[in-house]
């Protein structure tokens, strides 16, 4: 097979502590990432030959960005580095009662003003799978008219798409709806990750109460679409959550074990490490059981370390989904 | 209204990380802070005009107390200095089965061996409210002094009162009984906070064995006191606790809801969180209900991050007074 | 005497350890700084009354920059907060033949973007002195015009202005030149800190060579301009640089001794250290020979501290720059 | 009574930040430990005059192991030094779903390949009790036949000896088995540490099933055996586990109470802390009932802070056995 | 052009803070690096299409060894995996008059106990330049081997040979000498780095004392040998030193300007960085002056910054060989 | 020959960070030294047996400090534990024109109210050196009497003492002065360290300005004196200092060569290094060159690393002494 593509923006994140507010921190981890290139990063680890394609500043923290997806054996000669800024988000992790929270900063980032285009038929040569995000649409009209050139692009060329639907009510600013933009997107792709309240937002179509019977909806209306998954997550408090995934295959939805994760780390990118394993379990043609297993305990396991992307094995992670000594001693 | 006055000594709390041993660490956090100080700390960040008084030493150290209070918005003008040492508190956490522990190195402090009068008209020329607590009177003669002091300056002014009893063994080794003293303070004083224990060693009269009884009787013996808060907490380890808040308003106690704490991060000033609490609650007239229930979201949320002051909006504690969202993710 | 008011925008700086470079940090030590704002905290903590006006945002990062001035003591009550983002800068510090870096992300600031006008009748109130720098005008045309009607305002009201001229090519890009704006600015002011090129790419009017000739052609064409402060930097390498003080009471030039830092901590805020010298020693009448001395002094010792603001006594700078026991241990 | 000594490897731990994968590491904390100087730590701390025999490297890793010994109190004057490396391991602390992991890098190291001979009489001169672990044996040919030569020393003279047997697979490749080594060396010992698999593992006879039945098979085959202790241990997770004390003392199996440790700071050592009571206990003929107890506190109490050594005086471990507080702030 | 490609072990870093002595270390910090690899990094940051071979051991560390490899951009696709330990060595990077020290740990490597054959045809398929170091042939027969069977494949191909003679007295342990290997290995390359002592070792001839007049012995006796580079390096003191590039193109001898660093951050690298200066000159078939100039800034940089490889920018590394506004603030 | 045993009081120094000023720091660095204990650590690293007597606070942080002593192998089995504080020092360590500062917090301390006698007797049984400084007698009655007690039984039993006058202005405020105590104290010392300072507030007689004309009255005054020790620091910076050693044998002065010292990292506990070395070179009956020169490298090198005591071993020191390969990579 040839490679699996991300395309969206990566972002720096500045975190407190786990201990510390955000306001009282006299410094920041810093970690680069973004909903698709997380995606890029974890297949990468699983020896999937991955590329990102993006738009980073022309200065040290756009290389920095551009180093730390390197890091994971991502390859990144299709992005374009231009003047301009990069998008920031700020995070406190949040304890106990205490939630976490996001500040972001990521308006007029060198992302979304992206001023040169895409050669989007080069770009997918060799590969086999493109995978977006509802981010990417709702950051600016350039970043919703290059996802819509390259989807288009893909499709012409039989790539796999693959799509996080991701609404985020604080972006689509600039003067869009999503509902403008995301149904062609999503009438182009093969996979979906996405709730309820995602295709309610995006879709513009009245829909029903759960995800069992939205899903023959979603794909009788987008008959590209073969699969959708969607985790459902109890919150107990910051520090203690369960998390169970669900697998529409056209068919029927198959369910996860349900991960109890106590104490929680870090559980921004669980959503991409879960989009991760989907993309890894299709690729392998494992069964909906497999892949679902795998994907939620891919998702399960990011919350147990620091970062946005995934550290993990696919040894790591399907040990975990096959329950393997969790939490024993490996020595 | 006027501004709220704190008054008694800051200390430099010395604390190892949470994984490792007091005896063993190599360097040491640094937080100053005060049971009293910590009160104006939370209400200046709840836009309450806030002044503490105290005295520091006149060296980097001092300075840096001095500081820490301006951060929080307190105002420090009537703040003496001179020649001294600053007392200390060595910290060590406690997680799981291992128990916090605190070791006292406060004697001799510029605070205890104050040597210039406090011109009390002059620093409650503008204010509402003063602030004290039973560590005051417990430190030296001359603390003790201050405060009678201060506390029938403040009443012949008509302010407003409150104390946090505050009883700690280990003080009271100049040569005074709380009961000598703690009796006269309170007879003056219109807000407190305290439990059975706290009343049985300072009033040194006969009294029942729960909260609800020991009230009436304490507001029937000092006319001048309308309200008694109160916190009951339940240790699972030094990891996991519980809380409550209990409110007697002179007729009935009111009750908060159980906040279950799971990690603690740092559970110094949860009660000092807990006193600020009601005394915002009393400042803006909100009913008994209101303030019990904001006062235990704050002391439990102060439980959630390092130091000895809350670091919490005004809407973050109501959030968690009102269960929204608690632990999930904001952005 | 009346406070001492600062006007100007607050920045958040990340920056790498001196040994690690920008691209290579994971993590990033956190300072809020401005220039104007950086000379309230050196007077705050020399006893001279301070008070800081800037607009910041709503959010945790806004509050971390308030509390930063709170700190030192300076008043914020007229600071504004609104939504938007927070000005960023990033600083790679620079050891020997590595120079320091300073990547900008500051456009579109919720300071450069401010939508609410300020009542300077109102901030001038209490004032004796008001002090802007060469950046704010730069920003933005909304803080170029604040910052004209501060000017006037002040001036209405007789208090003194004083500005650092500061001028940075890389700001100025909403479509005014210096010299449209700046000539006013300065013709309302009393002391100016600049060298010849501030004042050619600030003035337009042909101008000598050097700063004992530009000095005269500056006080006779701006007759309200009583004084003009400047430093001359050698810079041998990244980490050892000496530096001279100059200044000129209208009358003559006035220089300090040379001080030869070896090595330098941090030298962002020493310009802004030498201002706020020269603002101390004209706030209390000193000769000009103790001026210069002072500020030089403030200046040096700004480069040995990590910090965009002065932490020093007057006493330390005093000590410095008479010479007193430089570098051995004081106990 | 005479000195404790233990003999075996101490060897030089690297273990990530808990919440950072190995892999992703920037830096390492650094313990030095080994299964048996581990125990020589915590009987040290317990006035249990101790001393460590092994080889360490002549180079300043050596050295700082050797310091590491000595900051417990443990003498190190028969402590050999030679050309060579130190041995390693690299810990990944684990979390919740994510376990704990050791990689280990301790082959050829000076001590495997030990090459001066140990004057055991003059070492066990003024000693009471000799303490080795099944690690040793299992290390190298040279390792093996040092530990064979002190027992039979150590039993000649009367001393005390006991015995970790601590199987581990990894080990063991210099081309003997434990069945070819280990009986001898059990035969010689006075008290045990071991479960059904260690025994299994080591004695190569059919042993029944339960820890109950295999005690008296053991003490019965190995008439020097008086004792045997055991740990059960049960894994919610990384960060939650419960642990239980056993102690066969030739008559019948006493049970300690139940120890749930959530959340887990370091389990590494715990064993070697549950060693360490049961020798005190012994020591000072303590009951079955207060050896186990103590021990077992000793082993839970090791999982709440950092490094291999248990860092808790007697008043600690045994204010935990007795459920004194356990969790409560102490002030 | 085709790629450059590296060949030798990397190395796990573990150094102690500048500060602090590596016997007194709590943590260490970590870097993976080795004197080809270093090459690599430097030439794929100066977009050099860049290629690393190597054996890693199969475990975390050596995934870490690999992902800081491909940061930089480094293709990782022919490093070979297999069961084994990763070559160690411990820095005390050295201040004032104590001096730096590394504690070499590196037998019995995955590296050096290298398994499986490479395939040189291959890995050399799209290859223009072979870099190999004197340090690979001392660890080991195995690594001698390979050595030459690729340097032999490489010469069949017609691609560029340079080697960094690199002569270390503490290898070289597993019975050949480097005159038994070496004179092999230098006459089937184009570029050398070496010093009078490093031929004196390698080559077993007679030599005269300067590097001027051993240069025309070296070129005439092996005839591929093209171009010769060597560093004069004058210590002052661990923290200063100065350091000239020598640079004979079988013709004469250019010279570099001298750099003065002051203070060191990390010199180890600083070779590695001449190295890659060399080739990227030669690559882009620079004039000697400018060769060799770019490579001794290149050298000069790695000293200001962590790390074993050069993190700079061709702009960078130009900017300070070209003497511009050296230590200069950069906004 | 018998132990080495220094006596006098352990304080726990708590610093900044060397970029950070006291007043800003947010941790600190912890070390426990104390001038006599220093000596102490630096001789068991250099094999000569030592053995520290004081008195210790009976909690974790006295704990602390007597683990600090084993760690270099100090014996510490006549140290006293009583209830009480530790004396504690901040230290503020300077960098270029910031000088470094120490606040003492030290009065009150467990061992300047030290309750129990010590038996010297048993404590000198085994000795062969007692050394002893100014600063003890300096701190209370009572310690000034343990003193005299512990020197006349020293001179009982002919055992060597030595003494550093180290005179302290900030100390003697129980009620004596220097010369009501000190000379006594000297009359009984073998070896002293001072400088004209420190004799002449010290012995209370007129005395010449030279150390060359001054020690021959010392000597000539107090017959068991038999050689005078000091160093002669110029102070370039905080940053850059220069030392040089001078030893008065009783008939001569003998001069150790310069040692410029830059960067200096921790110059606290250099004279006690000094001690240490000249203790070293008259136990092993150096000549007076060998001794001074070693004694001022050990000094010099106690600038280059962190902490009170000097980590280095006799080799590094002779290293330095002998000018071998200064600041060059030793590998």
Redesign the interface.
């Known amino acids: 097979m040839g490679c699996f593509i991300s395309w969206g923006e990566v972002l720096l994140r500045?975190s407190a502590s786990?201990?510390?507010?955000?306001?009282?921190?006299?410094?920041?981890?810093?970690i680069y990432g973004g909903s698709e290139a997380n995606v890029a990063c974890a297949l990468a680890q699983w020896s999937i030959p991955s590329r990102h394609v993006t738009v980073l500043p022309d200065?040290?923290?756009g290389?920095?960005a551009l180093?730390?997806l390197?890091?994971?054996?991502v390859q990144?000669d299709f992005i374009q580095r231009q003047a301009g800024?990069?998008g920031?988000y700020?995070l406190?992790h949040?304890?106990?009662?205490?939630?976490?929270?996001?500040?972001?900063?990521r308006?007029?980032s060198a992302f979304a003003e992206m001023s040169q285009p895409f050669e989007w038929e080069k770009i997918l040569a060799d590969a086999s799978w493109l995978h977006w995000s509802g981010i990417t649409p709702a950051v600016s009209q350039a970043a919703a008219d290059a996802t819509r050139t390259a989807l288009h692009a893909a499709r012409k060329l039989n790539i796999t798409i693959s799509a996080d639907i991701n609404y985020?009510r604080?972006l689509w600013q600039y003067g869009k709806k999503p509902t403008d933009i995301m149904p062609e997107l999503i009438s182009l792709s093969d996979y979906l990750v996405g709730g309820v309240d995602d295709f309610n937002n995006c879709l513009g179509i009245a829909l029903p109460n759960s995800f069992e019977e939205v899903c023959p909806t979603v794909t009788q209306t987008y008959p590209n679409v073969k699969g959708i998954g969607n985790t459902i997550r109890q919150?107990?408090?910051?520090?203690?959550?369960e998390l169970q995934g669900l697998w529409w295959d056209s068919r029927s939805v198959t369910t996860s074990r349900n991960?109890?994760?106590?104490?929680?780390?870090?559980?921004i990118g669980s959503g991409d490490a879960f989009m991760a394993g989907l993309v890894y379990g299709l690729w392998h043609q494992h069964t909906p059981a497999q892949i679902i297993e795998f994907a939620t305990a891919a998702a399960?396991?990011k919350?147990?370390?620091?970062?946005d992307a995934l550290?993990?094995t696919v040894a790591e992670v399907a040990g975990?989904a096959t329950n393997l000594?969790?939490?024993?001693?490996?020595?």
């Open positions: 500045l786990a201990t510390e507010r955000l306001a009282n921190a006299r410094n920041l981890d810093v200065h040290a923290i290389t920095a180093q730390s390197q890091r994971f054996g990144t800024r990069m920031i700020f406190e949040g304890v106990s009662l205490r939630s976490p929270q996001v500040i972001y900063d308006f007029h985020r604080v919150t107990h408090s910051a520090s203690h959550q991960y109890s994760i106590d104490p929680i780390v870090d559980r399960a396991l919350h147990t370390h620091h970062g550290h993990a975990l000594n969790t939490g024993k001693l490996l020595r």
